[in-house]
């Protein structure tokens, strides 16, 4: 018997305004990154854009047993990063599969 098993992905396009070089932008990424893993239990990393000082693309990934407790923790994130004063969020994707 197989275990149903969801995995959750989710982008976040991010502008970091504040930001006036790429250490600057590294320590307001190193931060969003952190709180994201301790608070929601999942996986994040830096993607895209690491050469732009002021935007970067996060990838976030879960999984679960339970779809409707990765899709809602998704949404908990993406709230989460938008009341952010550190970064801004742009634009964001969710898949599941």
Known sequence: MEAAMTVGVLTLDLAIFESHSLKDKRRAVKSVKDRLANRF?????????????QHAVLGVAMVSNDPVHV????????DYVRADRA???????????
């Open 41 to 53: 239990n999942v996986s994040v990393a830096e993607v895209d854009r690491l050469d732009s000082r």
């Open 71 to 78: 899709h809602g923790c998704l949404d908990k994130i993406v």
């Open 87 to 97: 970064v801004s969020l742009i634009d964001y994707e969710k898949r599941t599969c």
